[in-house]
């Protein structure tokens, strides 16, 4: 019995000093970060990385969505950390979040949007962002790699030499 007690302790301190090894380096490619509704709690309060646009959208680049074709709109876009980094390519970091929202003329929220840089093999053809759409007070309605039928990897294709990122 004594030896059938040391050997489970054996057992269990190998399995725990293989699960522990803090010298393995990370793959970053095998990194992943999944938002909770934790993550856009108080986003009104991050930074803004430009000023909020009203009226359609100058360059026409992103035609009717989040509102920039109507002339009675306002678009505020907020971004956990304004002072990230890019990388040597030019991407932005994972755990990168951005939230556009979306302002009727009398300041009603009339749609929140969010876009998350969640990296592993996420959405690897389209660099690894999770699209999502947000209540107004953050909650997650909806999110996914191919959200409102792959228009939001289809219009930020267009920014594609910025990480997919039109404003920052």
Known sequence: MKQLSLFLLALALASFTACSDDDDPVNPGDQEFIATEADFANY??????????????PAGLVGDAHGADDENMTRHVFINDNNVTRDGNGNLPIGTRLVKEVRMADGTVAMVT??????????????????LMLTDDGKIMD?????MDNMCNGCHAQAADKDYVFTK
């Open 44 to 57: 009104r309060n991050w930074a803004q990385p430009v000023a909020p646009i009203s009226g359609k959208d």
């Open 143 to 147: 999110r996914g790699a191919n959200l």
């Open 114 to 131: 969010a876009m998350v840089k969640r990296g592993g093999a996420f959405n690897s053809a389209h660099r690894n962002w999770e699209w």
